[in-house]
């Protein structure tokens, strides 16, 4: 367990709200204190816009009496305070319906080694307000100095620094601290009728892994012209090479498909099918909390279940649903070290990459779109359907040769697992669900 400088006093403010919620009857309890410091500057055209610098406490906490469960949380810390929300909140429990399924995990005796994961930077609590606010700045400068921007969305630069303390009547006490840092600037180019917008953002946990102004504001750039003087396609179906943020909000469907909760609630098409092969030989899926400096790591869930690495897919055969305790119940499976409040939510959670470059699969390609922007909604759960407003870049012979827009993607969610025919070795975990450049055999692109 790290303590902070603060650590010790949350420590006691957790064990006494658990001792609280016991002697006012509530069977089972558990508290999280967190205390957080964050910083944040939005730069546009070289001024301030948005300057914040705040601190924040917070405590939440749920009590179980009877197999009934209330909730409550607040930011007044304040002894009496905390006395009266923790005696109402047992009183309130008595109102509810039961559960069969609901109680705190069992405790385990596995220990994750905190210091192994390196979720937290000095650094980045040393950094003066003037060095952040000056980053942001030049990225935007050196961004509007190509000639090929007509306007800026403003760049940013953000810190955050999270204490994070967990302790339950089933005898679960710990801490630990964690920080995240990014810098992002966002552009547009073109007139008026034919405006492009893009971003680029750098983030890690760790100051010194940031990329520097000069990339950051190369890379928006370089997003943002490419998509200059874009042409119309007509509809074809065609292969695609999903660019890894493309991948990213794919991955994020999937994980919304393989939570527990939606398993058991049957909101999702791979409900009943564990065991099954959904994907092909190219997809394996991971979840894995125990990746030193990632943004998803952790040493324990919102249940202080330790936590670990689960393979969800394995060479196209899905293994496992992520679930904290109470899904788990429900589905008669174990917790996997997923509970996220009241949910389940991901750790680091993605695609396997291969051993393709993107020019290898830009090359491979006779004719096809690569995917670099969606928008709109269009994601379907329960059926695995997608269907959303798409930019890109048009290929020929293996060679990029115009911008692509209003186009719309459809197909299945299922139906591109099956068909990702190459993997890239460009994961870069920038988001704790993440994936590499992929190439999907066929997908259906709606243009005139």
């Not at 006395?83 to 994750?112: C, F, T």
């Not at 670990?308 to 499976?333: E, I």
């Not at 949910?343 to 051993?355: A, D, I, M």
Request: aromatic content about 6%.
């Amino acid at each position: 367990m790290t303590e902070g400088p603060k650590g010790p006093s949350l420590l006691d403010l957790a064990e006494s709200v658990v001792r609280s919620g016991k002697a006012c009857g509530a069977d089972e309890i558990e508290a999280t204190v967190s205390d957080g410091r964050e910083f944040s500057v939005d730069v546009r055209r070289g001024q301030i816009e948005n300057l914040v610098e705040a601190g924040s406490r917070g405590l939440s906490f749920r009590v179980i009496k009877d197999k009934k469960t209330a909730h409550a949380a607040t930011s007044d810390l304040q002894e009496e305070t905390i006395a009266r929300l923790v005696r109402n909140a047992v009183s309130r429990a008595a109102l509810g319906s039961p559960d069969e399924y609901a109680g705190l995990p069992h405790l385990s005796s596995e220990k994750v080694d905190i210091p192994s994961l390196r979720l937290f930077d000095p650094e980045v609590s040393g950094l003066e307000p003037a060095r952040k606010i000056r980053l942001a700045l030049e990225t935007e400068r050196i961004a509007l100095g190509d000639k090929r921007i007509t306007n800026s969305h403003g760049a940013s630069f953000i810190t955050n620094e999270v204490t994070t303390v967990l302790a339950g009547s089933n005898g679960f006490l710990g801490s630990y601290d964690q920080t995240f840092c990014s810098l992002s600037v966002g552009l547009q180019a073109g007139d008026t009728d034919e405006r492009v917008e893009d971003y680029w953002v750098s983030v890690d946990r760790f100051f010194k892994n940031l990329e520097p102004p000069e990339t950051v504001a190369k890379k928006a750039v370089e997003r943002t012209v490419r998509q200059l003087n874009p042409r119309k396609i007509r509809t074809q179906t065609v292969p695609l090479i999903f660019e890894p943020d493309m991948t990213d909000w794919l991955m994020g469907f999937l994980f919304s498909c393989i939570s527990a909760v939606a398993v058991y609630q049957k909101t999702s098409f791979l409900a009943g099918r564990q065991g099954e092969r959904i994907g092909n030989e190219n997809v394996t899926v991971v979840d894995d909390a125990l990746m030193p400096g990632k943004l998803g790591s952790r040493p324990f869930d919102s249940e202080g279940v330790p936590c670990r690495k689960t393979t969800v897919f394995d060479r196209g055969v899905l293994r496992r649903y992520l679930s904290n305790t109470y899904a788990g119940r429900k589905l008669k499976l174990p917790t996997t070290g997923n509970s996220d409040g009241g949910g389940v939510g991901p750790n680091n959670f993605f695609l396997v990459p291969g051993t393709f470059s993107p020019h290898e699969m830009i090359a491979s390609m006779d004719r096809g779109l690569i995917l670099t922007r969606t928008i709109g909604h269009g994601l379907n759960p329960v059926t695995g359907d997608i269907s959303r407003g798409a930019f890109g870049l048009w290929v020929e012979a293996g060679e990029i040769t115009f911008p692509v827009s209003e186009v719309t993607i459809a197909g299945n969610l299922g139906e591109i697992l099956s068909q990702i025919e190459m993997v890239g070795n460009d994961l870069d975990f920038r988001s704790p669900v993440c994936g590499p450049t992929i190439k999907v055999g066929a997908l259906t692109v709606a243009g005139e």
